[in-house]
């Protein structure tokens, strides 16, 4: 599938099922400025996904910073009550939505639960306070906020309360630059709406892998600082190179931590790295594969709900190897004719390679050789590229990738079962053309 075409798909996807809806849009306005409101305009700040543009439907919470003043170096512990705020909240509030309100006040914050009419959440607001720290490049505030912020609402996070309580320890202040990580989100944007959409297709790709293994660990904001620094060294990236470049890059980008955090350039943004086992980077990697396996067979696919939902791909052996391990996209142009086949000689009859091997669908004995050619060529190709896959119950199990001929040429039929040959044609380190001939090894 051309370039063109795959990004249409891409977008059409990401704009139905991903993007948040003009309703979804006022919902989350709507109670955003419900604690301004109570709050004050200036002491409430938006932060996370949903001001950067890069969050998916459906919506699900909004973390919001208090100010509820300035750092103070020579302050340990800044004491805080936020018992009176959600007194202040349980009197005053005015809910713009037509949910309950289920208020709870943690240690360091305070979470909002927006309930229907079954106790069930549908929405959930995490007020979480923070002191004005300094500006940033952009002359926007850096602020310090307690360590929890980085630690999602839920279970852990009440745990995390928990245990500070019970051994009686300092909270952790962090100093943290939300609104510039917001700034540079928004900038990139507004010059590429690529940028938002390469993010929420991979949110959601990790989404989907999350609920097929909950030992997939890798985390969203982490994906998205590692494409906004994609676009920072290259602004014109489509949607296709953009999530193409993320996922044959990703590999080597888990292997250790390199994003340093904006409001700490001692931290790294990707530190829990350094925590992950090998088979939950083995994870990361088996996704990676079945995904770009998928892009490689779009044309047969043709559906990006599929392509997100590929899962896990665990190679049959290490010599398996696809164009995507050298970078290469498969980007065909139907318009090219381009066609190989294979031709056979019994090692103890013609001295030429006659028999072609797609009139006789593949078929062919033990104890022959073949002969596999490029019969017809329009692309202008660069470069030759070719792969033998053996049947996975073969005890060599090949699937290389050479240049100009395959590995062995000719090829012997030595092994029983069902095998393939595929020729890529290569121009501008993009396959744009490809062939493939079945070989079936039969006794």
Not at 4 to 27: C, H, M, S, V, W
Not at 397 to 416: L, W
Request: glycine share 4%.
């Amino acid at each position: 599938m051309n370039r063109n075409k795959i990004n249409a798909l891409l977008r059409g996807y990401i704009k139905e099922n991903l993007t948040p809806t003009a309703e979804d849009i006022q919902f989350v306005s709507n109670i955003y400025q419900s604690f301004n409101d109570l709050l004050g305009t200036n002491n409430c700040v938006q932060i996370g996904s949903y001001p950067r543009y890069t969050a998916i439907k459906p919506l699900h919470d909004l973390d919001i910073l208090y100010i509820m003043g300035d750092w103070n170096s020579n302050t340990i512990n800044p004491v805080f009550n936020l018992q009176t705020i959600a007194n202040k909240f349980s009197k005053e509030y005015k809910n713009p939505t037509g949910f309950n309100l289920d208020i709870i006040v943690q240690t360091h914050s305070i979470s909002f639960r927006y309930l229907n009419n079954k106790g069930e959440e549908v929405f959930a607001v995490d007020l979480v306070p923070a002191l004005a720290d300094g500006k940033n490049e952009f002359d926007r505030n850096t602020f310090r906020v307690p360590e929890i912020i980085k630690i999602h609402r839920g279970k852990r996070r009440k745990q995390y309360y928990e245990r500070k309580i019970q051994n009686k320890e300092n909270l952790l202040w962090i100093k943290t630059d939300p609104l510039g990580y917001i700034e540079i989100a928004s900038a990139i944007n507004k010059e590429n709406k690529d940028f938002r959409r390469s993010v929420k297709f991979v949110k959601r790709w990790k989404h989907e892998c999350k609920l097929k293994n909950e030992n997939f660990k890798l985390k969203s904001f982490h994906m998205e600082q590692l494409i906004t620094e994609n676009y920072k060294l290259n602004m014109e990236l489509d949607l296709f190179d953009s999530i193409f470049k993320f996922l044959v890059e990703l590999k080597e980008k888990i292997e250790k931590p390199i994003i340093k955090d904006r409001g700490d350039k001692n931290k790294f943004i990707d530190s829990y790295l350094e925590d992950l086992t090998k088979v939950e980077r083995e994870l990361i990697n088996q996704a990676v594969d079945a995904i770009l396996i998928s892009f490689e067979n779009i044309d047969n696919i043709n559906d990006i709900e599929v392509i997100i939902e590929s899962g896990f791909y665990k190679r049959v052996s290490e010599s398996e190897r696809f164009l995507f391990d050298q970078k290469i996209p498969v980007l065909i142009d139907f318009t090219l004719d381009f066609k190989i086949d294979g031709f056979v000689k019994k090692l103890s009859g013609f001295r030429e390679y006659k028999a072609n091997l797609k009139n006789v669908r593949g078929i062919v004995d033990t104890k022959n050789e073949i002969d596999f050619k490029v019969i017809s060529n329009t692309t202008s190709c660069e470069l030759l590229k070719w792969k033998v896959k053996n049947d996975n119950q073969n005890s060599e199990k090949r699937g290389e990738i050479t240049d100009h001929s395959t590995r062995c040429n000719p090829e012997k039929t030595a092994y029983i079962g069902h095998h393939f040959v595929e020729c890529y044609s290569i121009k501008n380190n993009t396959c744009i053309a490809r062939d493939m001939v079945d070989v079936v090894v039969r006794q």
